[in-house]
T-cell receptor, first 115, second 111 residues
Framework: SAVISQKPSRDICQRGTSLTIQCQVDSQVTMMFWYRQQPGQSLTLIATANQGSEATYESGFVIDKFPISRPNLTFSTLTVSNMSPEDSSIYLC????????????FGPGTRLTVL | QQQVKQSPQSLIVQKGGISIINCAYENTAFDYFPWYQQFPGKGPALLIAIRPDVSEKKEGRFTISFNKSAKQFSLHIMDSQPGDSATYFC??????????FGIGTKLQVIP
């Protein structure tokens, strides 16, 4: 299994600023994922971050808005840039173990409110 | 194209009753069929999952039923308890296919 922690757990930010969310996994993993979840809604994949390569973004998400770093096999960051109220959401970090049955492990999420 | 259709979106069940949530998919490349459970303020966590080589899997009060020909699988919660109140997501995947989450079902078990 994998245990994931995220920082911060929540934040309230002003429009136009940026926030960097940190994700730490307790074991080395190849694949890490970042999701967005609007309150009461499903999960939407923002990007996949594999160590040693550029992050792959899903349709509707761009690197300038959501830059991602993946400096090693246990850590990743997601930055939400030039924030607007529409970015208010829960951001979740996730991973999947290579060779595992397919289960994804999730962090507790970062609840972001943009005023 | 919506690849995963989950229903119902909300469900209210009496304590001790049976909760049933359904998931229909289109992609025949999927080979892993999980249900995730999410409590408020927490990330989703795997509840139970099935591979397509079996039609049913039971873990305690939770059962997955899988119908390959109909491209559907369902979650049954027997003897539902107030502690089961959560949001449930189906999230089939397979091979290099990215995980597709269903819309979610908010279950409320009332005493």
């Amino acid at each position: 299994s994998a245990v994931i922690s995220q920082k911060p757990s929540r934040d309230i930010c002003q429009r136009g600023t940026s926030l960097t969310i940190q994700c730490q996994v307790d074991s080395q993993v190849t694949m890490m994922f970042w999701y967005r979840q609007q309150p009461g809604q499903s999960l939407t994949l923002i990007a996949t971050a594999n160590q040693g390569s550029e992050a792959t973004y899903e349709s509707g998400f761009v690197i300038d808005k959501f830059p991602i770093s993946r400096p090693n096999l246990t850590f990743s960051t997601l930055t939400v840039s030039n924030m607007s109220p529409e970015d208010s959401s829960i951001y979740l970090c996730s991973t999947k173990l290579a060779g595992g049955p397919g289960e994804q492990f999730f962090g507790p999420g970062t609840r972001l409110t943009v005023l | 194209q919506q690849q995963v259709k989950q229903s119902p979106q909300s469900l209210i069940v009496q304590k001790g009753g049976i909760s049933i949530i359904n998931c229909a998919y289109e992609n025949t490349a999927f080979d892993y069929f999980p249900w995730y459970q999410q409590f408020p303020g927490k990330g989703p966590a795997l509840l139970i999952a099935i591979r397509p080589d079996v039609s049913e899997k039971k873990e305690g009060r939770f059962t997955i039923s899988f119908n390959k020909s109909a491209k559907q699988f369902s979650l049954h919660i027997m003897d539902s308890q107030p502690g089961d109140s959560a949001t449930y997501f189906c999230a089939p995947s397979g091979g290099y296919q990215k995980v597709t989450f269903g819309i979610g079902t908010k279950l409320q078990v009332i005493p």
